[in-house]
Nanobody, 124 residues
Framework: QVQLVESGGGSVQAGGSLRLSCAAS????????MGWFRQAPGKEREGVSC????????VNADSVKGRFTISRDNAKRTVYLQMNNLEPEDTAMYYC?????????????????WGQGTQVTVSS
């Protein structure tokens, strides 16, 4: 049984930083893609960053390039999202997701497993 547990969300002022963590368990060898997504009230869920367990290849949304960094610790089966220079527009519920794929994508339909989410609120 796959479980994804996010942590690290909170409230910060604009320009601040947060680091999100996603602890994964129950993954099979073919679940190689891990992604971070976010959803603001009234908006669709969007991909933020993703990474593969095997080779660590990453993809980042244009809106977070240069500010967010995704990484993974294979031994701990944990994926991180370091978020720097946060903006009010980054306010959303952030979700960790796992996909049965050997490549990394920011498309929600590529992911079959989802965590419960962690709230990030950035004030101006």
């Amino acid at each position: 049984q796959v479980q994804l547990v996010e942590s690290g969300g909170g409230s910060v002022q604009a320009g601040g930083s947060l680091r999100l963590s996603c602890a994964a368990s129950g993954l099979t060898f073919d679940v190689d893609a891990m992604g971070w997504f976010r959803q603001a009230p009234g908006k669709e869920r969007e991909g933020v960053s993703c990474i593969t367990w095997s080779v660590g290849s990453t993809v980042n949304a244009d809106s977070v390039k240069g500010r967010f960094t995704i990484s993974r610790d294979n031994a701990k089966r944990t994926v991180y999202l370091q978020m720097n220079n946060l903006e009010p527009e980054d306010t959303a519920m952030y979700y960790c997701a796992a996909g049965r794929s050997w490549y990394c994508s920011l498309l929600t339909q590529e992911y079959g497993y989802w965590g419960q989410g962690t709230q990030v609120t950035v004030s101006s």
